[in-house]
């Protein structure tokens, strides 16, 4: 069965620093990946998405993330942070388009002034 | 555009009770997924619905069950509330291939 792993729970980042959030993922195939953001008390946004091709991907609020298939990744990263950002990450993976998505634990992000 | 909307937007309810929660999708959206949200669990698959037909199924007791009528809209239902139900249900609507849109939630305590 297809797996999700984000090993962070929690991550605590200045503002203005960089950021990686890290996800692998435990699936027989390349599957269908994404990045989801989530504040208090509030649905799911989607970041972004990787269905094939060109293995860095952007995404909205200045994300991106990049897949690396020889290490089943697809860490998310932005380059420096605003207070904004801090809320929980999802990852998730479905093995088709219509599948059902799998979520990883999600991992909280807190900016420190 | 709409976006998708629950209601409502929170829940109090007895153990033993039940309780239907409704989720409206994006207009056009014929899917519409359902997914509860616990601190120790995480985000867990309940069903999915499309052009009324349930298909998907996640893990989950009888005791949760679903609906998607012909606009489209959907319901789920909890029959004999446990107190381990209490969680933030998700709902999502999608067209495009894996692009899901979540509603807000809602938010089930139970007493």
């Known amino acids: 069965a297809q797996s999700v792993t984000q090993p962070d729970i929690h991550i605590t980042v200045s503002e203005g620093a960089s950021l990686e959030l890290r996800c692998n993922y435990s699936y027989g195939a390349t599957p269908y990946l994404f990045w989801y953001v989530q504040s208090p008390g509030q649905g799911l946004q989607l970041l972004l998405k990787?269905?094939?091709?060109?293995?860095l991907v952007q995404g909205i609020k200045g994300f991106e993330a990049e897949f690396k298939r020889s290490q089943s990744s697809f860490n998310l990263r932005k380059p420096s942070v605003h207070w904004s950002d801090a809320a929980e990450y999802f990852c998730?993976?479905?093995?088709?388009?219509?599948?059902?998505?799998?979520f990883g634990k999600g991992t909280m992000l807190l900016v420190s002034p | 555009k709409a976006g998708v909307t629950q209601t409502p937007r929170y829940l109090i309810k007895t153990r033993g009770q039940q309780v239907t929660l409704s989720c409206s999708p994006i207009?056009?959206?014929?899917?519409v997924s359902w997914y509860q949200q616990t601190p120790g669990q995480g985000l867990q698959f309940l069903f999915e619905?499309?052009?009324?037909?349930?298909?998907n199924k996640g893990n989950f007791p009888g005791r949760f069950s679903g609906r998607q009528f012909s606009n489209s809209r959907s319901e789920m239902n909890v029959s004999t509330l446990e107190l381990g139900d209490s969680a933030l249900y998700l709902c999502?609507?999608?067209?495009?291939?894996?692009?899901?849109?979540f509603g807000q939630g809602t938010r089930l305590t139970v007493v």
């Open positions: 207009s056009g959206h014929r899917s």
């Open positions: 619905y499309f052009s009324e037909t349930q298909r």
């Open positions: 999502a609507s999608r067209s495009d291939p894996a692009q899901a849109f």
């Open positions: 990787y269905f094939s091709g060109d293995t």
């Open positions: 998730a993976v479905a093995f088709s388009g219509y599948s059902t998505l799998t």
